[in-house]
């Protein structure tokens, strides 16, 4: 019972720190439209932002509805590796700075960012999204969570890839500028 009540604090740390992400992502959403930039991807967007609430209360729900228990050895290592995917999450929401948003915003002429993070991934956030997606649940053997999230994400983020580089290479020219790196993962002939 207490470590499924510390489990259902932390999620729901999470949720607070995702709301607070909503709240940023529409400042700098109201400033980037304000300098022109153009939306793309709208209809998946509203899925995403579904999954990833019904993904902070399955977390919960599983762990206090089925027989789910903290496995040291599996809890701690998924702890360290979704404090991680905070880390790289945020590495490149600084690096982004104002235009880091949710939404897929473009602001035509301005260049892809090839800073911070993205000198070795076009995706550093979306590799933190499915890292935080399968270690979440994991914290507390939320198997069934892990495993959902983890299809349907994958699903919704080959969609939201797909087209978020067709944006920025029509306006920002994000072939040129990242278009020799790695989607998700680095590798030894990534750029430094």
């Known amino acids: 019972m207490v470590t499924e009540a510390s489990y259902s604090l932390f999620v729901l740390g999470l949720a607070l720190e995702r709301g607070l992400e909503l709240r940023l992502s529409r400042r700098n959403a109201a400033w980037a439209l304000s300098l022109g930039a153009i939306e793309y991807g709208q209809r998946h967007l509203r899925w995403m932002k579904l999954l990833h609430t019904a993904f902070l209360f399955g977390c919960v729900a599983e ?5 789910r228990p903290f496995v040291p050895a599996l809890g701690w290592s998924c702890l360290a590796l979704a404090l991680g995917s905070q880390a790289l999450r945020y590495w490149a929401i600084a690096t982004l700075g104002r235009r ?22 076009r995706h ?7 890292a935080e997606g399968v270690a979440v649940p994991l914290i507390h053997s939320a198997f069934l969570t892990a495993l959902v999230f983890s299809l349907l994400n994958g699903w919704l983020l080959a969609i939201r890839m797909r087209c978020e580089e067709n944006a920025l290479s029509e ?22």
């Open 171 to 192: 306006h920002c020219d994000y072939a040129g500028r990242l278009g020799d790196r790695p989607r998700l993962w680095p590798t030894r002939s990534s750029k430094v």
């Open 63 to 67: 762990v206090w509805l089925l027989p």
């Open 100 to 121: 880091w948003n949710v939404a897929v915003l473009v602001m035509p002429g301005v260049p892809a960012v090839t800073a911070g993070p993205f000198r070795f991934l």
């Open 124 to 130: 550093p956030n979306y590799l933190a999204v499915v």
